[in-house]
């Protein structure tokens, strides 16, 4: 709601100096127009100058009456003073009272920012940050990781797929183990760049050296790029002409940054980009909080989890969470989920509690079968 009054005050501002601008440009370009015929007249003319100045300046005085500009630059004023009051009480400058002082490693956090961008293809600002924090090594670690992925993706910008090729057949059997179809998915924009050459022979014959090893799992993909075969010559007016969208070719380029990612064991997502888009949505309730218990920071820096509960959008959610259905709290490190025989899961402590910590056996609270704490194995989300 904040937001929305914050983008409001914009738009006024915004609108007040359209307005502002569209009369004063308006404006001017009458003054020059008259400023234009004056000359001409004085100098075609034998009369005295001076009484054409005159006559400038009177009509000078009726196109733009001073008045009416500064009118119009004074609403300007008023709107652009308020907006910074406006911004500053929603975005408030101070938010040292929504953070805790934590020592942080520079090293570590010198490391995350060159990986940002490594991942965003700055190589040259990534070395620098390193060799001003003088840690090489992990410069020269990140920049290999990533810079063959860069190099595949600046080729695909030029709608050159073998480096992408040569990447997904070294790791074919990879990329199967993980269920994917990179590979086909970049036969198929290669065959498809072949045909829209004009040369049907040879894109059959690219679809059948690389398409029969998919055969057995793609089969009507496959049928499909084969029809596209009967309109070589005219592909853009085919039943199959949103195979030539550029969105397909976006599509598999980020499903092979995915891919690359995965089997580099990181995350597709820089975790600096993560960690600062949840901070941002995390911050408004916090500072609203600790603005209201402004006598609770000390409170608020030694307690070990958040003074109120804070939602975060789905994509910020990366780990299950099991509440136990007998004790109603959270797991923890130390409060773990544990299976039953049964197939029940409570928490350790729930177990504990009900076992006498393993002294005995006990029935599970949603089934009449006896439960040993021995048979209990610990859950991993």
């Known amino acids: 709601m904040e937001f929305n009054s914050l983008k409001d005050s914009f738009e006024r501002v915004a609108k007040k100096q359209k307005v502002s601008y569209s009369k004063t440009h308006k404006v001017a370009d009458l003054i020059v127009q008259e400023i234009d015929k004056a000359i001409q007249m004085v100098q075609s003319s034998t009369l005295e100058y ?50 805790r002082n934590i020592e942080f490693d520079s ?13 965003q293809g700055l190589f040259e600002i990534g070395d620098c940050l390193i060799a001003e924090a003088q840690d090489v090594e992990a410069a020269a670690t990140m920049k290999l990781l990533f810079q063959e992925l860069h190099q595949i993706l600046e080729a695909m910008k030029s709608w050159n797929l073998k480096p992408a090729l ?72 085919s039943p199959y002409a949103h195979l030539l969208s550029s969105t397909n070719w976006d599509t598999v380029t980020e499903k092979l940054t995915r891919q690359f990612c995965n089997l580099l064991g990181k995350s597709y997502e820089s975790p600096l980009s993560v960690a600062i888009a949840a901070g941002i949505q995390s911050l408004p309730p916090l500072l609203k909080f600790m603005t209201v218990m402004a006598g609770k920071k000390h409170e608020w820096q030694t307690t070990k989890q958040l003074p109120v509960p804070i939602e975060l959008d789905k994509e910020f959610q990366f780990h299950s ?11 923890t490190d130390d409060n773990p989920p544990m299976m039953l025989s049964c197939g029940h899961v409570l928490c350790k402590q729930s177990i504990n509690k009900m076992s006498k910590n393993g002294s005995k056996s006990f029935k599970c609270p949603y089934c009449p079968t006896g439960i040993n704490l021995t048979q209990c194995r610990q859950l991993m989300f």
């Open 50 to 99: 001076k009484s054409k100045l005159a006559e400038l300046k009177k009509k000078l005085q009726e196109v733009s009456p001073l008045s009416q500009l500064e009118g119009t630059q004074k609403e300007l004023n008023i709107a652009l003073s308020k907006y910074p009051k406006a911004l500053e009480k929603v975005l408030n400058p101070d938010i040292s009272k929504a953070y």
């Open 107 to 119: 090293r570590v956090v010198n490391q995350i920012i060159a990986c940002h961008f490594y991942r």
């Open 166 to 237: 040569k990447w997904a057949a070294a790791n074919s059997d990879k990329l199967k183990e993980n269920g994917s179809d990179l590979h086909l998915r970049l036969h198929h924009l290669q065959f498809l760049k072949i045909l829209q050459k004009g040369s049907r022979d040879e894109a059959l014959k690219y679809a059948r050296t690389n398409f029969v090893s998919f055969a057995g799992n793609h089969m009507a993909e496959i049928q499909k790029l084969m029809g596209c075969l009967l309109y070589s010559d005219r592909l853009h007016e």
């Open 321 to 331: 969470i099991f509440v136990c259905p007998v004790s109603k709290e959270q797991s």
